[in-house]
């Protein structure tokens, strides 16, 4: 099947359902790809309609009413079939995308490091968590050790708490100093979320704990307990889930593999979010890790000039640059400590998808030659999240993505050939 | 009172509401879904759909991600406990 | 900065590598020059088949007596290698391919290779996920699979533990006494074998070498759906074609439960980039015999390169003008199954000794190669 948009929207959070609500208001056609099966994002995954925070539910309500918008959830990319004509993957089918505008807005993952005993069942990511329970899984009861770093500790233990959780202790790597110089510095960005953010952190919880880190998850077939490196000394906690993410890092193979310019971990894009291709433009954390409200104003200037409506896309800029430097506060705040990447015995996994340890990683110098002989980065995640992790531990940097861009039935491969041709 | 739906994991009718993920509808305390390359046991990790850690059969087809499917009626789930 | 050597391996591919173990364990001292990853070229690419191909009695030869090295090799640490004596199957879906099934059956018997040829029912006990109305295959038995990288990086560390040095490095020209790097460096040596594949056109551009592009896939795990690597016999006439795209079915079951998907060929495309039309319609001749594939996930699509010669055998031995420089390249689909015997052949012709295949039937000198290109 081929279907044709004005717009393309990749990715339905906060920054692709502001661009396609943006983009939609110029009257031409958006359609708007996301992979889970619900729009929303990670931070309003369970559904637009529930959240408390109102701009969630305008949204839902403005594009549900919007004829010219098409919203095709559960969908996931392939590859690039030509420059304005991408081929999507759903659960039953596969169809080609031809558009003349494309918007990215594929968000951010977390920052999962390995550590011994990571692969027992029962230890997640801190945001990993939280969406797998927004997504139906019954935590009320269980006791969980929240770990890693940043703000969404404290968001996802308020998300577990508040559905019945017993939440043991929250872990934060870096130290009380910096978190309470985060929390005051917040103050200059106005905003409800913000407010939220800051209240939160100035109530800690009493089981929070800054300077601290997870050593080692441990249980016999599943987790059990958790022992930690804490400013008092080592601490062993018995839990039934441990969430334990550092940070956030942009989704970034797409724009990769279409070859948009990135500096570091982000994108660059220009003042009116465009990258370093003319027609493809860029909005939320793959510019940057800022948040919801960067997301949103970010993605309306997308969707406003990808359709050429550049003046009312300035009126935003002012407003859009006050979180530039929020990106930075948050990095700076929760930057990583060295004995992060020194947890590692040469029996821990590295490479989950197959089965890779550090000491056989350890004998390399670069990814390219770790990944031939040991085979980690081959398999179904394709280096996603051990990419991530050896460029922690060792500093490698890892190759573009190949396509198909994420694991492709080879009935959609097949269909490529007639989907291509019809482009010409 | 919300949509009930009747899938089947790993031979076993459990009741889940509409909108619950794969992964979710395993159920409490359940949450292994594949065996590792060298044989162990694992569960999901990232939650979205990246980690691939969450790989099950669903309807007879393999490795499709729990985390980002959402059940439908008379689903048949199979996770790596389906073959002990 | 200056090195010398007895012998100068330029690549340390699957056939640089083997050319080095080969030289060191003959007492000399080797230096290997490779740009890359070890194993990270056309090695890295292929499907790592170990095969016996009967088109010509060269190339039987040449794999049989191969194929025999790589069972010695391999005994002691299959494992290391990733070695699966999975057998190849040679399907055949009419009465027409399976005579002439039965009739390669006769002539590697007549080689002492085990094989035996399997009907209908045999074919489908063996591989129940064949597609309705295949008429049998030819089994042969001792074919295996490696996987190449490691295999390459065996050879090599095999050639350190004798003293043979690997340098980073690439070979810009071959000069008076060796070559020269990238960086202006000169590494001295006595002899000097040419090793790195295609490229090796550049530092010789009279070389008869052609580039035949492959498509490759590889599934997800899906452990027991497939049992051997499963070929039709029409791969034979297309690894031969001196023009023209081809596509064959060709499938192995890797150890992993994984399932390598090829195979196709394109003329003189120097570029890495997948071709949607052809990957699509390799994937469609895999579908045709293996239904069950549409389902499968791919992980991974990508291409290589492999170096075709003239006459479809590799070029092993003396350059014909270019005095103390030896070619090992030209290996087109069997570079992992002829490395070994590669490398012996090679030896055998640079020390002057008794050479276990005849010499003149691989040798460079086979073609006339154009002095005046060189210069």
Known sequence: ?424 | MPEMLRVIVNGKPVLVQAGTTVIAALGEGAWVTRRSVRGTERGPLCGMGICQECRVCIDGVMHRLACQTACHEGMHIETVKATP | ?375
């Open chain 3, 1 to 375: 900065m200056t090195l010398i050597a007895d012998m100068l391996v330029i690549g340390a591919g699957i056939v640089g590598a083997a050319c080095a173990d080969a030289l060191a364990q003959a007492g000399l001292r080797v230096i290997v020059i490779e740009k890359s990853e070890v194993g990270g070229g056309a090695t890295a690419a292929g499907m790592g088949h170990l095969v016996v191909m009967n088109d010509s009695p060269a190339e039987l030869a040449l794999t049989r007596y191969s194929l025999h090295l790589w069972r010695e090799f391999t005994a002691q640490m299959p494992l290391l290698h990733e070695y699966s004596n999975c057998g190849t199957l040679w399907i055949a879906a009419d009465d027409d391919e399976y005579q002439a099934a039965q009739a390669k059956a006769s002539n590697l018997q007549n080689a002492g290779i085990r094989c035996e040829m399997l009907d209908e029912q045999a074919l489908y006990d063996s591989e129940p996920h064949l597609r309705a109305g295949l008429r049998g295959a030819l089994l042969v038995n001792g074919d295996a699979l490696v996987y190449p990288p490691k295999s390459a990086r065996l050879l090599l560390e095999s050639a350190q533990r004798l003293g043979a040095v690997v340098l980073s490095g690439e070979v810009r020209s071959l000069c008076k006494n060796g070559v020269r790097l990238g960086n202006g460096d000169v590494v001295s040596a006595g002899h000097v074998v040419v090793a790195n594949g295609l490229a090796a056109k550049q530092l010789l551009p009279e070389l008869p070498l052609r580039a035949k592009k492959g498509h490759l896939a590889i599934t997800d795990r899906y452990p027991g759906m497939v049992r051997h690597q499963l070929v039709e016999l029409a791969y034979i006439k297309n690894a031969h074609a001196r023009c023209g795209d081809s596509i064959s079915f060709n499938v192995q079951p890797r150890p992993t439960g994984q399932l390598l998907i090829g195979s196709s060929r394109q003329f003189d495309i120097a570029d890495n980039k997948i071709d949607h039309g052809m990957m699509s319609n390799m994937l469609s001749r895999a579908v045709e015999y293996l239904p069950g594939l549409q389902k499968l996930n791919v992980l991974r699509c990508w291409t290589g390169l492999r170096a075709a010669t003239p006459d479809g055998l590799p070029l092993i031995g003396e350059h014909p003008f270019l005095p103390r420089v030896s070619l090992a390249v030209g290996h087109e689909g069997l570079g992992i199954t002829t490395s070994l015997a590669t490398a012996q052949i090679l030896r055998a012709q640079i020390l002057g000794k008794a050479s276990p295949l005849p010499l003149d039937i691989y040798s460079p000198s086979r073609f006339s190669l154009n002095e005046a290109a060189y210069a």
């Open chain 1, 1 to 424: 099947m081929m279907l044709r948009a004005d717009v393309l929207v990749v990715g339905a959070g906060p920054a692709g359902l502001a661009a396609a609500l943006a983009a939609s208001e110029a009257g031409g056609s958006v359609i708007v790809i996301d992979d889970n099966p619900i729009s929303g994002g990670q931070i309003w995954r369970s559904g637009l309609s529930q959240q408390h925070d109102v701009r969630a539910r305008r949204l839902h309500e403005k594009l549900s009413l919007a004829a010219n918008v098409r919203i095709l959830q559960g969908a996931r990319i392939i590859g690039m079939l030509d420059a304005h004509l991408l081929q999507i993957e759903t659960s039953d089918s596969t169809s080609s995308i031809y558009f003349d505008r494309l918007i990215l807005a594929t968000g951010a993952r977390e920052r999962l490091l390995p550590f011994p005993g990571w692969t027992l069942p029962g230890v997640t990511g801190a945001g990993g968590l939280q969406a797998l329970v927004k997504g139906g899984y019954p935590i009320a009861g269980k006791r969980v050790v929240v770990a890693g770093s940043g703000p969404l500790l404290l968001a996802t233990a308020a998300s577990l708490r508040s559905r019945g959780a017993k939440i043991v202790l929250i872990a934060e790597q870096t130290s009380m100093r910096r978190v309470m110089r985060f929390a005051s510095a917040l103050r200059h960005w106005p905003g409800k979320l913000i407010q939220a953010m800051q209240l939160r952190v100035q109530s800690l919880p009493s089981r929070y704990l800054p300077s601290s880190f997870v050593l080692e998850a441990r249980g016999k077939d599943c987790l059990q307990q958790v022992s930690l490196r804490t400013s008092k000394g080592l601490k062993l906690v018995d839990c039934d889930f441990l969430a334990c993410g550092y940070g956030l890092l942009p989704n970034l193979e797409l724009a990769r593999m279409l070859g948009c310019q990135t500096v570091g971990e982000a994108v660059s894009v220009d003042r009116f979010q465009r990258s370093s291709i003319t027609h493809i433009f860029c909005a939320g954390e793959i510019t940057g890790i800022a948040g919801v409200d960067s997301a949103l104003i970010q993605g309306r200037i997308a969707g406003l000039a990808a359709t050429e409506r550049l003046t009312d896309a300035e009126v935003l800029f002012n407003e859009r640059d006050r979180w530039h430097s929020f990106a930075s506060l948050l990095a700076q705040a929760f930057s990583l400590r060295p004995e992060l990447a020194r947890l590692c015995r040469e029996d821990t996994i590295v490479c989950r998808c197959e089965d890779v340890c550090y000491g056989e990683l350890m004998q390399y110098d670069n990814w390219r030659g770790a990944k031939l002989q040991t085979r980690c980065g081959m398999g179904a995640c394709q280096g996603r999240i051990c990419g991530t992790a050896t460029q922690h531990l060792f500093g490698w940097t890892t190759e573009s993505s190949r396509p198909p861009l994420s694991p492709a039935r080879i009935e959609s491969l097949i269909a490529t050939k007639a989907a291509s041709s019809l482009a010409d």
